[in-house]
């Protein structure tokens, strides 16, 4: 049924009856929403984004971690409508178009070392799918028959398309699809808050153990049976854990010592999250594929793609063997266009710049919070930060299932929202609060974050 609709679109009260009749929002507890108003946002400028009824919000989140840029770029939406103009969409299937030619010539520049080709998506969840398939027929067809699992840390997110989801180290978000494609294999991650004992007061030493855990999954599975680690620089799900020193050259080098390939997925750390194009150049590590999404056109069209070595190309490069893979959307003109704009706004203001001169700020900006009893850690890179929130201090004692369900789903994620932020309160490994800002944050955004979070959160104490 349809509803009617108003000169220059709905009204705010057609939009609800329309919402709550005919749209399924995305991991989203649809009851939540029977007595009360799905939250519109119509529009958006720089940092900020406003509802439909005109209250404006702090994007502490970049939407979901994708608006780099920030919001209301006229210059990006014009590339993408000269491109619709020019031609809106012809595919990657044995043909070329010349923004995606562009495109990956100017990524190929950018990323680290030989990662020179790119096969483009449209999304995060059909890079890593992409990776994945890749790296299963690249060993096929160099006669590595045997290799197909793949690691990955626990509780990392890498997509929910069924290998995408094989991938992720979600148990939850898994179970109700099982089964789903054979190989996932999870390692520890590195959440050095909640390191094992043995390794609690030595970052360094607890880096190397969690390498060693990825190198003891590889012999326990068979080094002939295993494919690829997939690795975020840092992992988003579970609130943000940065890699120890030296973690990702151990990795590197387990890798090389049993003829695995390293997949960083950087569908959410690359274009300036963590103040480089790359996480994987903050880190000083060399993948041999690159996942990314998101951040690649600021999210002003849909994109995302996997960058792969010289090496992984070449049995694909003579002869008759092709990748046996696509997707209709591919690299689409329009996005890729977008992308080309998104890049050069990067350029033209210094946004990698910007994350690198203001980082530490933020960190300490967000590190006052740790004067609230609720907060237990703060950690991150660049404008990539997790707050831990924990129910004692001292002892680092988490929430109880229920605990966690009162005050994240019941409380903070609302309140946080009335309250004018964008972020995200997230119990998918211990409870934490998420904060990716656009890149062209400066000090009085970061203050904004701060006094918001702080009224709530000493709010929230009190209901515990
Ligand atoms: C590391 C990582 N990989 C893959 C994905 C999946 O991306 P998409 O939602 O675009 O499919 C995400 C999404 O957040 C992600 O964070």
């Known amino acids: 049924m349809s509803t009617p609709r108003q000169a220059g679109g709905m009204s705010n009260e057609a939009l609800q009856v329309a919402a709550h009749r005919n749209l399924w929002l995305h991991f989203t507890r649809m009851s939540s929403y029977s007595a009360g108003d799905v939250p519109v946002i119509v529009r958006g400028s720089g940092q900020y984004v406003f509802d ?15 608006s780099q840029i920030g919001h209301g770029r006229a210059e990006v939406a014009q590339a993408g409508a000269r491109q619709a103009t020019e031609l809106a969409y012809f595919p990657l299937w044995s043909y070329a178009h010349p923004r995606a030619i562009e495109l990956a010539e100017r990524l ?23 990776a994945w398939k890749l790296a299963k027929q690249y060993f096929a067809t160099v006669g590595q028959h045997g290799r197909y699992k793949v690691l990955s840390r626990e509780i990392a997110y890498h997509g929910t398309s069924m290998g995408a989801l094989a991938v992720t180290g979600l148990p939850p978000i898994k179970a109700p699809f099982e089964p789903l494609p054979a190989g996932g294999v999870r390692v520890p991650n590195t959440n050095f808050y909640r390191a094992p004992e043995f390794a609690a007061h030595d970052v360094e030493a607890f880096g190397r153990w969690a390498a060693g855990e990825i190198e003891r999954a590889i012999v326990r599975e068979g080094p002939e049976s295993v494919a690829a680690v997939f690795l975020e620089p840092v992992q988003n799900s579970g609130g943000c854990f940065p890699p120890p020193p030296g973690y990702f050259q151990r ?13 960083s997925d950087e569908v959410i750390c690359a274009f300036g999250r963590l103040g480089y194009y790359f996480g994987s150049q903050r880190y000083r590590y060399q993948p041999d594929i690159i996942t990314f999404a998101k951040g690649v056109t600021s999210g002003y069209a849909p994109l995302g793609g996997m960058m792969v070595s010289d090496r992984l190309m070449e049995p694909f490069a003579s002869g008759p063997t092709t990748f046996l893979h696509g997707v209709t959307f591919a690299g689409h003109p329009v996005s890729a266009a977008v992308a080309l704009a998104n890049l050069d706004v990067f350029e033209a203001e210094d946004l990698l710049g910007n994350v690198r001169a203001n980082e530490d700020a933020f960190r300490g900006t967000l590190e006052k919070l740790g004067d609230l009893p609720i907060v237990g850690d703060v950690r991150g890179d660049g404008y990539f930060y997790g707050i831990e929130l924990v129910k004692d201090k001292a002892t680092r004692e988490t929430f109880s299932d229920d605990e966690s369900e009162r005050l994240l789903r019941g409380f903070l994620s609302q309140a946080l929202f009335d309250a004018g932020l964008i972020c995200r309160a997230d119990d998918r490994g211990d409870p934490v609060i998420q904060l990716a800002p656009p890149l062209t944050c400066t000090q009085e955004h970061f203050d904004e974050m701060e006094q918001i979070l702080r009224g709530v959160l000493t709010e929230a104490w009190t209901r515990i």
């Open 52 to 66: 439909s009824r005109g209250k404006r919000y702090l994007d502490g989140l970049s939407g979901l971690f994708v």
């Open 108 to 130: 190929a520049a950018l990323a680290p070392g030989d990662l020179n080709r790119v096969f483009f998506t449209t999304s995060g969840s059909e890079a890593v799918e992409s």
């Open 251 to 263: 990795v590197r080098e387990i890798c090389d010592r049993y003829g695995v390939l390293l997949v």
